[in-house]
């Protein structure tokens, strides 16, 4: 019998039964790319064989409305939740103005740190936001879109996590100038009029609290007004977050998601990417668990390793992950510490001996 679409809601923000009083497990969800060269067949057979596995809900990356309101659809058709799963701060080709600027002067849609995609928003230009807004209320008015998804929803990572230093030959041990945003004259301006500081007369800004809390500021204020905006169309809010938010988000890349009003937080706990164990989900999840918001579900973000009988061949960690005997320390780790599920990145990864393994750490 298909669980109804409400019921499925239920399940994810509170893990209990809908009826009999009987503990379910845990939901699963899964992050996937799709797009316009999406076979739409495929997909749905994708959804009925991650819903054989436990899953309860997508997050499918598209910001095509044609190509969500189809996968959408198909989802609801399978009785899965569906998350439409957008990137907010990386975009090219807008207007020059909108970029972040670093503490070198460099605009980043002109110097891009890291990778070339890095061509980061300003999160408060008032344009900005109000172009941000128009992306995901478009979305937001779907017929079978229950959340959309926030992800990129902050600035450059000031300070990558440690398993990248080597992939980039840079070691950060403080915040350098190139990745530091953002100084445009405008949030020179208003820093500068809320606390009488001018940011670039400083020596060493990263030792001055209040510009990384303004900063912070910045980004809460656009995702907040996002989420009134789509709550106003009757719809709901996820967001992919750094772990923590105090012991990584906050300083890494200026989330400070324990103040956003969304409805639904899926921390991105990529233990490899910052040189831990599985052990590791254990003591992030429980910081997150007792950071979020009152009511909010925590869905712990796993990643997944696709080639995990050669992963001591693997030097980049976005190609490594978690093994099939590290799932159930990953997934018990963040269950028992306060996560409402999980979320897999991404379920292409996941082999066989994965899948037994998930199901096992449900059990």
Same mark, same amino acid.
């Given at each position: 019998?298909?669980?109804?679409? *409400? ?13 009999? #009083? ?38 499918? #990356? ?7 309101? !189809? ?33 070198? #002067?460099?605009?980043?849609? !002109? ?8 061509? =980061? ?8 936001? !109000? ?5 995901? =209320?478009?979305? +937001? ?5 229950? /959340?959309?998804?926030?992800? /990129? ?34 949030? @020179? ?20 609290? !209040? ?8 980004? =809460?204020?656009?995702?907040?007004? &996002?989420?009134?905006? @789509? ?17 990584? +988000?906050?300083?890494? @890349? ?18 490899? *990417? ?9 003591? &992030? ?35 490594? #992950? ?6 159930? =320390? +990953? ?33």
């Amino acid at each position: 019998m298909r669980i109804s679409h *409400f019921i499925l809601t239920i399940a994810a923000a509170l893990s209990l039964a809908a009826c009999a #009083g009987e503990k379910t497990k845990a939901p699963v969800y899964v992050w996937e790319g799709i797009n316009s060269k999406t076979n739409m067949e495929e997909l749905s057979e994708k959804y009925r064989f991650w819903k054989s596995q436990g899953v309860v809900g997508v997050c499918m #990356g598209s910001g095509d409305a044609d190509v969500v309101r !189809e996968a959408s659809a198909r989802a609801h058709a399978e009785g899965l939740e569906y998350h439409a799963w957008i990137g907010a701060m990386t975009r090219s080709g807008l207007p020059h103005k909108w970029y972040t600027v670093n503490r070198l #002067g460099q605009p980043s849609d !002109e110097n891009p740190p890291y990778v070339s995609y890095y061509k =980061t928003l300003d999160p408060a230009d008032p344009e900005v936001r !109000e172009y941000l807004v128009g992306v995901y =209320t478009q979305i +937001a008015e779907l017929p079978d879109v229950d /959340y959309v998804q926030l992800d /990129y929803i902050r600035y450059a990572d000031v300070i990558l996590s440690r398993g990248l230093w080597e992939k980039y030959g840079l070691v950060m041990d403080e915040e350098y100038a190139p990745a530091d945003y953002c100084y445009c004259d405008d949030c @020179v301006a208003a820093f500068k009029e809320l606390t009488g500081i001018d940011i670039r007369e400083v020596e060493d800004p990263s030792k001055v609290k !209040e510009w990384a809390q303004f900063r912070c500021d910045q980004v =809460t204020g656009l995702v907040n007004m &996002i989420v009134e905006a @789509v709550h106003a169309k009757g719809k709901k809010v996820s967001a992919d977050v750094f772990p923590g938010p105090m012991s990584h +988000a906050y300083w890494m @890349v200026r989330q400070e998601w324990s103040k956003w009003n969304v409805d639904m937080l899926f921390p991105m706990n990529y233990n490899d *990417f910052y040189n831990e164990g599985p052990e590791w989900l254990a003591t &992030i999840v429980k910081e997150e668990a007792e950071s979020a918001p009152e009511g909010v579900p925590v869905m712990s973000g796993l990643f997944i390793c696709p080639d995990w009988r050669n992963k001591d061949k693997v030097v980049d960690p976005e190609d490594s #992950g978690l093994l099939p005997s590290e799932m159930e =320390t +990953a997934v018990r780790g963040s269950l028992d510490n306060g996560a409402a599920g999980i979320c897999l990145f991404t379920p292409g990864r996941m082999s066989a001996e994965h899948w037994e393994a998930l199901a096992k750490a449900l059990d």
